[in-house]
């Protein structure tokens, strides 16, 4: 067979339009399906217990897809095959399965500890037209327990759809208008666990950075967060959305029922240059007193600088303007192209951005990378099959690939140095890692001289 | 009990709750379950249950390493959220040996518009993409729940394709929903090799033996276990995990057909001898040094080579019998128990291992109980005495309260089940399979039962990360359930399938 050099060629009429068609036939896209994204939300909710109301497989898919293929997690307090499930089957497509829903859901609340039961509903109660809500009303006037319905068919879209659907829902159905808005709470949305799959770290940089300036976080996901934390997000003085776009949906409905106002800031925010510029526009929104965001900005770009003035010498005499190409999600793109091109070096060729974005957010994202520093400009694509990715791949010149574990091989032949920094991350252990805020720069470069070091 | 045999002229194979009355709930003594073996077990559900997997994902990942082909899943993007890794996995092999070709999958990607007009029109569409894209030699079509329910005509696109393209296309039947037993869709890819790939063999290669072996047995197996059928003369021919679709086609061709897991082979076995006459050997599987042997001997009897076996036998096992000897003493002098959850093969087999080893065995858990274990575990129970066998699919809650009675000192497990192992009993832990390449993943043959004890002494010298993970985690279950020591509770009375 010749699949690497041959069949290289898709038809023109074919399939797909230049620009990464996502409704058309895929091959390992950096994303799994709604049901996907909801199950990572759900499990990544502490105390949160998720219920499929799903087919045996759908999580399960997942116990390999959004847990071992973001960086190696484990299954934590109920997820991978502890997950509840309605493991529907035949009976329940021909009869329905609302009966085997109740009694799962039953069954559960008696037998597992939670803060809050997460139904997660498949592609078979949708197609087959369960009655989920009159199960819900029914169970909800005789159980004390938080219960949330998160209707994530996964031919309704991708994970990043169920993502923002799980938030909705919650919105929807736990929570409520507060008396009084904490002036300086801030929801941070836009970061998906897993999906990303340094979310962990970033989330927590996140928070530790806006405290510093003396803003509390909402963060909802990862420990610390949990039910009490998504109830707290109308109380918030600002949701911040880290993205060109995931999580604004989100924003818009708290906006919208609780009268939070939002922010974007349109990438996770890496190395001093991004993160001083996220502290200036908190700053501004929540009108916080400027010498102290002044005073610790410049404590922090002292540090980076610093750092950065350790790894000079090395950066400069090993990678002299190494030929970059970067492949990830949007926000991840943004902030690691921003930071290794305007602040250490690198020469932009080729960035491919995998999540899909809508088309207004690809306007800015393209203007964004268009016009780095020094009127460097590297071409953008969105991409978000892999054969397709990997064409686009083969096809340029490149000393260092950032990207996903999908790329990694591929990295060797072309003779580039790898190192992963999206999803699918199959080939790091993934704890606390992140590339973001005011250290984070120093990290990456850590990471990346780690691969081509040697004694020079 | 005679059996119908397999008709491989129909669109796919029947459920296993029919074929073998498979059942996934149990939980007692060993001779108590031996005892059923004639009359079998009623099917029983459950009425809390946690995920375990379903037929199409019992289907995805042992196709998914299939050289020069593709595999094509008729789905939402979600059904193939498990193979990420396929790249990797096939980088892995070491270089030298590596076969010259990569994996492919790809997925009709059913969105909302594809429910409500039908998915077909986007699998035709699919199938094009992926033979323009790859070339391949053949194509798996896989169904799913979504495509199955909305009733796309899988066999209908198939034929009508066909003819304009060079991949064989292969439908496979696999709705997840089809049967509450996963491992009915082992038998809906064989039947799909079997009636869309297979040769319609002219001749039989008389030295050509079908080693079936799933992606959960390492690289490192198969190079074992065909190393010991070369000792003897006899080629292997090793399908699924990594065959090409040539080693696919030739199968009706061998001499004789073994395997690593029962209910993993079962269906091609049968399917073959009763189509092709091709003779199998079910039992044992070679797991263990006196289980290999044996598994040696009864394929040299049914392949001519039995005045050649016991001299191959008695170097092999010389070879190892140092080292076992070694290792038998220092896991005796500790008295370990231990328990054991693994699919039918290693299940099976691993108790053994472990006796051999020194090692006391507590319990088994596997996945799914019928006719096909009943020898082995008549085997277990004559070498290692009276034991607990839990029959679920996993089921971690039900683990987790048989593991907090039973109280083993380790655990060996599959990689996902979670909940169960780190909680309660505080207990080392190590893998019951692992599916990468390295060395120190295999068990199977001499050599793999070497392996696999230097890393259980390995695990048991030094417990300390599961007993700090057991002091510090949370347990996700109410206090009650692991107090009442009732891993049945929520499993209802029997019902018919």
């Known amino acids: 067979m010749s699949g690497a050099s041959g069949g290289a060629v898709v038809a023109a009429n074919e399939v797909q339009d230049a620009n990464g068609d996502a409704q058309g036939p895929l091959e390992a896209p950096r994303f799994t399906c709604a049901f996907g994204g909801a199950y990572a939300a759900t499990v990544n909710l502490e105390r949160a217990i998720p219920i499929g109301h799903a087919g045996g497989g759908c999580i399960f898919q997942q116990v390999f897809g959004t847990n071992l293929a973001a960086g190696a997690q484990g299954v934590g307090y109920i997820g991978g095959s502890a997950s509840p499930s309605c493991n529907l089957s035949e009976k329940e497509v021909i009869f329905g399965g609302a009966e085997r829903l109740k009694e799962q859901v039953e069954a559960t609340l008696e037998l597992v500890d939670g803060d809050v039961y997460v139904i997660l509903g498949a592609c078979i109660p949708a197609l087959v037209g369960d009655d989920v809500p009159s199960v819900l009303r029914e169970l909800r006037s005789r159980v004390t327990h938080p219960i949330l319905y998160v209707d994530v068919p996964g031919f309704a879209g991708n994970s990043y759809l169920g993502y923002e659907r799980f938030l909705l829902a919650a919105i929807d159905q736990l929570l409520a208008p507060v008396p009084e808005k904490s002036p300086r709470l801030v929801n941070v949305l836009g970061v998906p666990p897993n999906l990303n799959p340094y979310w962990k770290g970033t989330l927590k940089v996140i928070r530790r950075v806006l405290k510093r300036v003396g803003v509390e976080t909402n963060l909802v996901f990862g420990r610390g967060g949990g039910l009490a934390e998504l109830q707290r997000l109308p109380a918030a003085a600002l949701t911040l959305v880290l993205s060109p776009w995931l999580g604004v949906q989100t924003a818009r409905a708290l906006e919208d029922r609780f009268q939070v106002p939002w922010v974007r800031f349109p990438s996770i925010p890496i190395g001093p240059a991004a993160t001083s510029e996220l502290l200036r526009l908190v700053a501004e929104r929540l009108e916080l007193d400027r010498e102290l965001v002044d005073r610790v900005i410049g404590e922090e770009q002292a540090e980076a600088d610093h750092l950065l003035d350790v790894a000079g010498d090395t950066v400069a005499m090993l990678s002299p303007s190494l030929h970059l190409a970067v492949v990830a999600d949007s926000a991840t793109a943004v902030g690691v192209t921003r930071f290794m091109v305007e602040e250490a070096g690198f020469y932009p060729v080729l960035v491919v951005i995998t999540d899909d974005p809508p088309e207004e957010a690809r306007e800015q994202i393209r203007d964004q990378l268009g016009h780095l520093a020094y009127g460097l400009a590297p071409e953008v694509r969105f991409e978000v099959d892999t054969f397709r990715i990997q064409e686009v791949l083969k096809d340029r010149d490149y000393g260092l690939l950032l990207a996903s574990s999908l790329e990694k091989f591929l990295a060797k032949e072309k003779k580039a140095f790898y190192l992963n920094i999206s999803y699918p991350a199959h080939d790091r252990l993934l704890l606390d890692r992140t590339y973001a805020g005011f250290g984070g720069g120093a990290i990456l470069l850590e990471d990346v001289f780690a691969l081509l070091l040697e004694p020079f | ?497």
């Open chain 2, 1 to 497: 009990m005679p059996r119908s045999p397999i008709d491989l002229t129909t669109r796919t194979c029947p459920n296993r709750e029919e074929r073998l009355r498979s059942v996934k709930a149990f939980y007692g003594d060993a001779d108590e379950l031996i005892g059923t073996a004639e009359r079998g077990l009623p099917w029983r559900n459950r009425s809390f249950q946690q995920n375990g997997g379903c037929v199409n994902s019992s289907t995805m990942m042992r196709l998914a390493t299939v050289r020069d082909a593709v595999v094509l899943s008729h789905a939402p993007i979600g059904c193939s959220a498990m193979i990420y890794g396929y790249r990797e996995v096939y980088q892995a092999i070491p270089q030298a040996e590596r076969p010259v070709a990569d994996f492919h999958w790809i997925s009709t990607n059913l969105l909302e518009q594809d429910m409500v007009f039908g998915g077909e029109g986007k699998l035709a569409k699919t199938i094009r993409e992926a033979e323009s894209r790859y070339h391949p030699e053949a194509i798996f079509v896989l169904s799913s729940c979504a495509s199955g329910i909305v009733g796309d005509d899988l066999e209908g696109v198939v034929a009508n394709l066909q003819p304009e393209l060079q991949a064989r296309l292969i439908p496979v039947h696999c709705e997840g929903f089809r049967s509450q037993v996963p491992q009915t869709g082992f038998d809906a890819f064989w039947h799909g090799i079997l009636k869309h790939l297979a040769n319609r063999p002219g001749k039989r290669q008389p030295d050509l033996v079908n080693l079936i072996s799933p992606f959960s047995v390492t690289w490192g197996d198969r190079r074992e276990l065909a190393r010991l059928l070369g000792k003897l003369g006899l080629r292997a021919n090793v399908v699924p995990e990594f065959a090409s679709v040539a080693d696919l086609r030739r199968v009706t061709e061998a001499a004789l057909t073994v395997t690593t897991c029962q209910s993993f082979g079962d269906y091609l076995q049968k399917a073959l001898e009763d189509n092709y006459g091709i003779p199998f050997v079910r039992d044992p599987v070679p797991i263990s040094i006196d289980q290999t042997s044996d598994w040696l001997r009864r394929i040299a009897a049914l392949t001519g080579k039995s005045d050649q076996v016991e001299a191959v036998i008695a170097e092999e096992v010389a070879a190892v019998r140092p080292h076992l000897e070694n290792l038998r003493k220092q896991l005796q002098a500790r008295k370990v128990r231990v328990f054991i959850n693994a699919g039918q093969g290693r299940a099976l087999g691993l108790p053994l291992l472990a006796q051999e080893l020194g090692l006391e065995v507590s319990g088994i858990s596997t996945l799914e109980h019928d006719e096909l274990a009943v020898e082995g575990l008549k085997k277990i129970r004559e070498k290692c005495g009276n034991f607990k066998v839990h029959v679920a699919e996993f089921q971690a809650a039900e683990q987790s309260a048989i593991i907090e009675a039973l109280k083993p000192d380790v655990y060996t497990g599959c990689p996902m089940t979670g909940a169960v192992y780190k909680r309660e009993a505080g207990m080392a832990r190590m893998h019951s399979f692992r599916s990468d390449p390295s060395p120190e993943g295999q068990q199977f043959g001499f050599r793999g039962a070497i392996t696999y004890g230097h890393v259980l002494l390995r695990v048991i010298s030094n417990p300390s990360l599961n007993r700090q993970l057991g002091k510090a985690s949370p347990k996700p279950y109410r206090r009650w359930w692991y107090e009442k020591n009732e891993p049945l509770k929520f499993v209802k009375a029997g019902s018919a399938a």
